[in-house]
């Protein structure tokens, strides 16, 4: 499995913006995630979907800013950011699980551990 993420870029504070990452490969996918990693910080979750799209979660000072979303047709994933802060400034990364668990299982599903391929990250500058 192998997963491209694009988008990134320098934007202004205030600004949108919107990551996708593709996903080749034919192992079933439960659920694909973004995370984030600030310069001298560790990576943090950002949002994750199921595949199946009956689950979102975000990370909550990102809720109502952003939107993750897929095409299944295209095994994409999205993330649209909009209303950029500075503080969303980092590497962005995408990440799918291939192990099922259940919806509420909301640790699951936010954390960097339980996700089993990454892509190599699109990096996010906001700046004015």
């Known amino acids: 499995v192998q997963l491209q993420a694009c988008g990134g870029g320098l934007v202004q504070p205030g600004d949108s913006l919107t990551l996708s990452c593709t996903v080749a490969?034919?192992?079933?996918?439960?659920?694909m995630g973004w995370f984030r990693q600030a310069p001298g910080k560790e990576r943090e979750f950002v949002a994750a979907?199921?595949?199946?799209?009956?689950?979102?979660w975000y990370e909550n000072s990102v809720k109502g800013r952003f939107t993750i979303s897929r095409d299944a047709a295209k095994n994409t994933v999205y993330l649209q950011m909009n209303s950029l802060e500075p503080e969303d400034t980092a590497v962005y990364y995408c990440?799918?699980?291939?192990?099922?668990?259940?919806?509420?299982?909301?640790?699951?599903?936010?954390?960097?551990?339980?996700?089993?391929?990454w892509g190599q990250g699109t990096l996010v500058t906001v700046s004015s």
């Open positions: 990440a799918t699980s291939v192990r099922g668990r259940p919806l509420n299982d909301d640790d699951f599903y936010t954390k960097g551990a339980s996700y089993d391929y």
């Open positions: 979907l199921t595949w199946t799209f009956a689950g979102t």
């Open positions: 490969g034919n192992r079933h996918k439960n659920a």
